[in-house]
């Protein structure tokens, strides 16, 4: 009885929060969001939000890159290809032209070597940025667009390709190669599919 008494009196620890999946940024979002890190002039979150935007890595993937992972030679590759942690499965992205050029751009800045991290801690250079600083920047990013920062995260970040590649193509299986993922039900949880998209796409199949 004391259990339930104290229970009842005991406020729900996501009262008044988000919880669940974090929400991707929209097109004039991204563009909002490096219009204002190119004028700050902010060259590594410049690179870290532009490769995060196109490789849709975990966090703990992307803030562990080096560079020769994603260059050839002295130039940043098109195609690059890392082995997840969580799955320890290879998974391949591509890197855009802007984001060839930032992280190019931070590279030369930072006068990083071939084995170095592309995101290096400026505390120690032999060590990567953590997952909680990346989120911390990713954070700022959304305060400074006004936004709830309680709707957005790293896997915000993560999202936003892959949704707008659904959006356009409802090509699931293409996006569930792009984000590595093994089932596609995983796939299917991750984007939050509705059930009206499940529907429409089940008209279209033919058996």
């Known amino acids: 009885m004391d259990v339930e008494i104290a229970t009842k009196g005991r406020e729900p620890w996501n009262k008044g929060k988000l919880v669940g999946q974090k929400a991707p940024f929209k097109p004039r979002e991204i563009w909002a969001i490096r219009v204002r890190l190119q004028m700050a002039e902010r060259a590594r979150e410049l690179a870290l939000f532009n490769l995060g935007i196109d490789s849709k890595l975990r966090a703990c993937d992307l803030t562990a890159l080096r560079v020769c992972d994603i260059c050839h030679g002295d130039q940043v590759a098109s195609r690059a290809i890392v082995l997840q942690r969580k799955t320890q499965r290879p998974v391949q992205f591509e890197i855009t032209a802007a984001a060839r ?33 990346y989120a911390r920047v990713v954070r700022s990013w959304v305060n400074d ?5 309680a709707g957005y995260g790293t896997h915000s970040m993560r999202r936003t390709k892959a949704s707008l590649i659904y959006k ?6 293409a996006v569930q190669l792009l ?15 509705e059930v009206d998209d499940a529907l429409e796409m089940a008209e279209q199949t033919e058996v």
């Not at 667009?145 to 920062?149: E, M, N, Q, R, S």
């Open 145 to 149: 667009l006004g936004l709830d920062p």
């Open 179 to 193: 984000l590595g993922h093994s089932k596609i039900e995983s796939t299917v949880r991750y984007l939050g599919i």
């Open 101 to 133: 050029d930032a992280v190019q751009a931070w590279i030369r800045q930072a006068r990083l070597e071939s084995g170095d991290y592309l995101f290096p801690s400026r505390r120690d250079r032999h060590s990567h940025i953590g997952t909680r600083q």
């Open 168 to 173: 356009r193509t409802k090509n699931l299986r």
